[in-house]
Structures are given as C-alpha cells and as structure tokens.
C-alpha cells in the first residue's frame, strides 16, 4: 500500500486565545510570539489514519507538506511518527495559498511522486478551516474519494471507510486508489516514540520549489487563489456578564436560578 | 453565451420531508434574491423526492429543479457531483447554497473545482454587497478565533450555510413555483463508491440539535459521575447535554455530545455551561444560543466574555445546589 499524507505547518491552534492578533493589514495573522507552530492538528489524524493502515496492511507512507520557512524539526513529526518519507513543496511562491492553489500545487507534486493507493488529509486545517483541499485534490486527480473517515478497512484492493454523518455514520466501499480525508475519530495520533524521533533526525526531507513539479506560477499561491479575502476580523465579545453572588456556592448557585427564572429564561 | 442569473438552493430530505436546513437555507436564499432582484430556485436531489417540489416552493423557491432517480438514494460524491453539474449547467444561478452538512461539506468543495469556481464552507452570513452585487461569505477561521468575509470572482459562487444561522420563512401553501424535471442521466459504472450500511446513533431523548436549552460540560466535569449530574439538569428543563471535545474524548459523554466546530452546531434559547473554559473551537457551535449562562470556577475564562450570568466557583458544590432550587421553582 503506498499512501500519501498531506500536511502543513500552523500557527499553534492550542496557543493562549489572548495571543491572537490579526495583522493591521487585516488580511493575515500574526504569529504568536514566543509560540511554536505545529504540524496541524487536523493532519496529524490523517498521519494517524496512514499509519493505521501501515499497522494493519503494511506499506509506505510518504508525508507531503506545501508552505514557506518549514521548521525542520517541526515538519518532520510524521517522520517521528512512522512515516517513511517527507517532501517539502517550499518556496515563498506559495504564500498565501487558498484551496484552490494548495490543492493544484499538492497533485502536481503528487503525480510527481507518481505510484499510490491512497491520499490522506485531513478534513480541514486549523488556520483558514476552509476544509475543501481533500475533496479539490481528488477532483484534479480524478480519485474518486469519502471525506470525515472515522475508520478504514483495506480488503481485496479496496478500503472500507466509516464516514461520519451528520445522523451518525455510513460504511462506504471505495476503490482504490482514492482520496480519504480523516476526522479525528480516526483515534488520537499517536505520540513519536524515542527511535522514532531519533529516526526522523537523521532522515532529510525531499525539498521541491515549483519548477520541479511543473507548475503554472499563475495557479500557485496568492496568483492562483479563487477566493478574495475581503476581510479578516476577530468578533466583538460582548463582555456583559452578570456574575451572581451569594454567600458561598451553594448560595449562588440558588440565586441563580431565581435570577434565570425572573428573565424567563426558565 | 448565457448569463448567470439568481440564486439556487440545495434542497435536502429528511424522513420524506424538506430537512430543517433547507427551509433555513430557502428563507435566507430568498432574501438574497430579492436582493439581487431575481429569483430563488430550489433543486431536490434524491430518490422520490418529487413529490416534495410543492414544499420548496412554499418555502419561497419561484422553480424547482427535481432530479429524482434511485441511483441518489444515498449521497455519494461520485453521483451527486455530475447530477448538480447539469443542474447548474441549466439554471445557471450566480449563487449556489448548501448546508454545512454531511452532503454539503463533501460536495460543495468538489462541485466547485469541478466548476473552476470557489466555495466558501460553513458560512454564519451570507450577504449581496449593494456596489458589487457580489456574495460575502462570512465565516469562522482560526478556530473560530477570527472571521474572514470572501468572495469569489467566477461564477456559481457557492457557499454551505451552517445549521441555525438563517431563518425559514413561514410556509406558504398558496405560493406554486414551476417545476423542471432533470434526467439524472447517470451512468452506473462511474460511481466509484458503494454505500453498504447506514447506523444511525442512537439518542435518549431530545435531540441534541432540536433542545431549547443545553447543558454542556467541559473538561473540569472530570467523570461519567459528573455528566449524570448535568443529564439530570437537563431532564428537568426538558433539554439535552452537550459537551466540549475532552468529555467525548475521554468517554465521559458520547462522541455524539460534542459541540463545536468539529462537533455539533447548537442554538438553544439557553446554554448552560458547566465547567467549561469557552474555547474558540467550542463557541463555535454553541455561539448562536440566546442566553449563555456559565459555571466556572476561574474568574478569568473566556466562557465568561460570553455569557450573559455567571457563577465563579467550584461546579460540584453549584450544581447540586442548582439542581435543588431548579426543581422547587419548577415545582411551583
């Protein structure tokens, strides 16, 4: 089974909520300082997913990461966590991607790559939440493919995939090769183990710019987007809280309901 | 060549009826037609769906497209995604809606690629901007610690509207809307996909989604104990528990439970937050409630910025207490 996972590099979705600032251009955030970013969260479930796979069929698992200033010791996680190999897709020509862009940028690198069985991602990223590169992937891929994978199954040449629904779940027969995007009922990712880490330190990632996978510099990046973002802005909190008192807890917590039942709120 | 031209809504079915989302999305669908001045259609997709035109159009849709074959039975990306292509290559609307829901989350992006045009997925507002008669998209980012508005400069625009963030309008029967049958005209062999079962989840009580009011617990309930607690709350106010990510993680409620943008999208009239800090990431489904109360013993969370009363202190001595004066007004 050869599988390839696509992640990036994020803005530590975990950091405090105090710490986000949007950029006076209002277009961009600006990183925390102080604050590490992280391999996104969202794609670690589908690194979780491919290594599942792995455990139960075998196979390769190559990680796939488009983006600028890609901290080494970041990007290689998937590598500390069991993946056999890291392409860096890396140029500054990919700044400012939407999906449309990363998800061109990501299939040229992958037709690249060439031999596969299956694509993860993850069902969206933790920064825009645009949740649409899994799907434009296999669209210009021509993959057929199930989105929020909760669970997969490879048997006879094709995967048995739980998809998560909005009534609870479906189980849908998928052939292969296709594009799977994992939600994180997938199972937590599992943490690097010692080997791991040491493994990965010793590996080096593949790095490619843009003229190695032949793309159209017009499709890539901020010239490649089809979504314009007018504008970027966090939302006012009201900050009106009326805290009830009382003498001790229990007290307060009486008070309370008599406040919510004298606002009708009860 | 034909000029695009209104507004068009994704219509889904729900036990052989119109779902909730989609007369949502029909009341908010029109008001972006008026505002463009054109028209509102609705297309049904699915098996036997035909008979549900009358319904879109009392909902405020001027045409309905119905394309109604048992190959769409079940919603796979491989049948849907060339059925809407036809569909919008014959309405040929400017703007195209779908919920943020298990359909619309998987075929709006694919639609749109296909399209060579964009999506914007899981909108709170959509909006025409009077100069450009462009569509805003507003939507949470960042784990909902930001909102970004976009737009798109081909056409169909196409957004998914989460759930509860427009309005129906009230149904009116005597409104008839022309009815366009499409021939699915699916090949069978092209469908990479089988659909071999579908398990609903099982829910005790209300519904989740539906509740009036919602007790949601976060990390600090600790146990499956503390979660009994909060269900009796609940079965007092005849509402539902929810909870944020770590509880379901943990076990302590159902995966089903959680609320957020990852989770379940609520709107109750009341929100009752116990123990739970107010992440981005959990406000994001829970945002739209009328009044949020919060339970929480730091002063200092972020659920505090969002509610309307609060509680400082430790939730295992509040509750109980709560719960006793709860049911003596109750008993009133």
């Given at each position: 089974m050869n599988m390839i996972v696509c992640i990036k590099q994020v803005?530590?979705?975990?950091?405090?909520?105090?710490?986000f600032k949007i950029d006076p251009s209002g277009n961009k955030v600006v990183p925390p300082a102080g604050v590490s970013p992280v391999v996104d969260p969202y794609a670690e479930y589908a690194v979780e997913a491919a290594l599942k796979v792995k455990d139960a069929s075998g196979g390769k698992v190559t990680a796939l990461s488009l983006g600028s200033n890609q901290l080494r010791d970041i990007v290689k996680k998937p590598l500390a966590m069991g993946a056999d190999e890291l392409i860096l897709l890396e140029d500054?020509?990919?700044?400012?991607?939407d999906s449309w862009s990363t998800a061109y940028a990501l299939a040229m690198a992958i037709k690249k790559i060439g031999e596969y069985d299956i694509i993860f991602c993850g069902r969206e990223a933790s920064d825009w939440n645009a949740g649409q590169v899994g799907s434009g992937l296999a669209e210009i891929l021509g993959l057929p493919s199930v989105t929020l994978a909760e669970k997969i199954d490879i048997a006879d040449g094709k995967a048995k995939v739980q998809r998560k629904t909005d009534e609870g779940y479906e189980v849908v027969e998928i052939s292969l090769p296709c594009l799977i995007t994992a939600s994180n009922e997938i199972g937590e990712p599992r943490y690097p183990t010692i080997k791991g880490i040491m493994g990965a330190k010793k590996k080096e990632p593949v790095v490619w710019k843009p003229a190695d996978i032949g793309v159209?510099?017009?499709?890539?990046?901020a010239a490649g987007r089809r979504a314009k973002l007018q504008k970027l802005f966090q939302p006012v909190r009201e900050g009106k809280c009326e805290i009830i008192e009382g003498e001790g807890p229990e007290e307060a917590a009486a008070n309370l309901a008599v406040k919510l039942r004298e606002v009708k709120a009860l | 060549m034909a000029e695009n031209k209104g507004v068009l809504v994704l219509c889904e079915t729900k036990d052989g009826k119109l779902a909730s989302i989609s007369a949502e999305l029909l009341g908010g669908g029109r008001k972006l037609a008026d505002d463009l001045g054109q028209e509102l259609s609705a297309v049904l997709v699915g098996s036997g769906v035909a008979d549900l035109a009358p319904e879109a159009s009392a909902y405020g849709a001027d045409k309905v497209y119905v394309v109604d074959d048992p190959l769409l039975k079940d919603y796979q990306t491989d049948s849907y995604v060339p059925v809407m292509e036809k569909v919008v290559g014959q309405a040929m609307p400017q703007v195209l809606i779908m919920g943020q829901t298990s359909i619309g989350r998987d075929l709006a992006p694919r639609l749109a690629f296909r399209l060579n045009t964009a999506a914007a997925l899981g909108c709170l507002e959509l909006a025409i901007d009077p100069q450009s008669k462009k569509l805003l998209q507003t939507k949470p980012v960042y784990g909902g610690n930001a909102q970004a508005v976009f737009t798109t400069e081909s056409f169909p625009q196409i957004a998914t509207v989460r759930p509860k963030a427009m309005a129906p309008l009230a149904p009116d029967q005597s409104r008839k809307g022309e009815v366009i049958k499409v021939d699915a005209g699916l090949d069978a062999s092209a469908i990479r996909t089988k659909v071999l079962e579908k398990v609903p989840e099982e829910v005790a009580g209300i519904k989740l989604e539906d509740a009036e009011v919602v007790v949601g617990g976060g990390r600090g309930i600790g146990s499956a104990e503390g979660f009994a607690q909060l269900e009796e709350i609940a079965r007092l106010l005849k509402g539902a528990v929810g909870a944020t990510r770590p509880p379901c993680d943990n076990g302590w409620?159902?995966?089903?439970?959680q609320i957020g943008l990852t989770g379940k999208i609520v709107a109750p009239d009341l929100y009752i937050a116990v123990?739970?800090?107010?992440?981005s990431q959990h406000m994001s489904g829970?945002?739209?409630?009328?009044a949020i109360v919060a339970i929480n013993k730091d002063p200092e969370a972020n659920i505090f910025r969002e509610a309307r009363f609060g509680v400082v202190g430790d939730w295992k001595k509040i509750v109980p207490a709560f719960t006793e004066k709860l049911k003596e007004l109750l008993a009133k």
């Amino acid at each position: 089974m050869n599988m390839i996972v696509c992640i990036k590099q994020v803005i530590d979705p975990e950091a405090p909520p105090a710490s986000f600032k949007i950029d006076p251009s209002g277009n961009k955030v600006v990183p925390p300082a102080g604050v590490s970013p992280v391999v996104d969260p969202y794609a670690e479930y589908a690194v979780e997913a491919a290594l599942k796979v792995k455990d139960a069929s075998g196979g390769k698992v190559t990680a796939l990461s488009l983006g600028s200033n890609q901290l080494r010791d970041i990007v290689k996680k998937p590598l500390a966590m069991g993946a056999d190999e890291l392409i860096l897709l890396e140029d500054e020509a990919f700044d400012e991607s939407d999906s449309w862009s990363t998800a061109y940028a990501l299939a040229m690198a992958i037709k690249k790559i060439g031999e596969y069985d299956i694509i993860f991602c993850g069902r969206e990223a933790s920064d825009w939440n645009a949740g649409q590169v899994g799907s434009g992937l296999a669209e210009i891929l021509g993959l057929p493919s199930v989105t929020l994978a909760e669970k997969i199954d490879i048997a006879d040449g094709k995967a048995k995939v739980q998809r998560k629904t909005d009534e609870g779940y479906e189980v849908v027969e998928i052939s292969l090769p296709c594009l799977i995007t994992a939600s994180n009922e997938i199972g937590e990712p599992r943490y690097p183990t010692i080997k791991g880490i040491m493994g990965a330190k010793k590996k080096e990632p593949v790095v490619w710019k843009p003229a190695d996978i032949g793309v159209d510099a017009a499709q890539i990046g901020a010239a490649g987007r089809r979504a314009k973002l007018q504008k970027l802005f966090q939302p006012v909190r009201e900050g009106k809280c009326e805290i009830i008192e009382g003498e001790g807890p229990e007290e307060a917590a009486a008070n309370l309901a008599v406040k919510l039942r004298e606002v009708k709120a009860l | 060549m034909a000029e695009n031209k209104g507004v068009l809504v994704l219509c889904e079915t729900k036990d052989g009826k119109l779902a909730s989302i989609s007369a949502e999305l029909l009341g908010g669908g029109r008001k972006l037609a008026d505002d463009l001045g054109q028209e509102l259609s609705a297309v049904l997709v699915g098996s036997g769906v035909a008979d549900l035109a009358p319904e879109a159009s009392a909902y405020g849709a001027d045409k309905v497209y119905v394309v109604d074959d048992p190959l769409l039975k079940d919603y796979q990306t491989d049948s849907y995604v060339p059925v809407m292509e036809k569909v919008v290559g014959q309405a040929m609307p400017q703007v195209l809606i779908m919920g943020q829901t298990s359909i619309g989350r998987d075929l709006a992006p694919r639609l749109a690629f296909r399209l060579n045009t964009a999506a914007a997925l899981g909108c709170l507002e959509l909006a025409i901007d009077p100069q450009s008669k462009k569509l805003l998209q507003t939507k949470p980012v960042y784990g909902g610690n930001a909102q970004a508005v976009f737009t798109t400069e081909s056409f169909p625009q196409i957004a998914t509207v989460r759930p509860k963030a427009m309005a129906p309008l009230a149904p009116d029967q005597s409104r008839k809307g022309e009815v366009i049958k499409v021939d699915a005209g699916l090949d069978a062999s092209a469908i990479r996909t089988k659909v071999l079962e579908k398990v609903p989840e099982e829910v005790a009580g209300i519904k989740l989604e539906d509740a009036e009011v919602v007790v949601g617990g976060g990390r600090g309930i600790g146990s499956a104990e503390g979660f009994a607690q909060l269900e009796e709350i609940a079965r007092l106010l005849k509402g539902a528990v929810g909870a944020t990510r770590p509880p379901c993680d943990n076990g302590w409620a159902p995966a089903g439970a959680q609320i957020g943008l990852t989770g379940k999208i609520v709107a109750p009239d009341l929100y009752i937050a116990v123990a739970l800090s107010g992440s981005s990431q959990h406000m994001s489904g829970c945002s739209g409630s009328k009044a949020i109360v919060a339970i929480n013993k730091d002063p200092e969370a972020n659920i505090f910025r969002e509610a309307r009363f609060g509680v400082v202190g430790d939730w295992k001595k509040i509750v109980p207490a709560f719960t006793e004066k709860l049911k003596e007004l109750l008993a009133k």
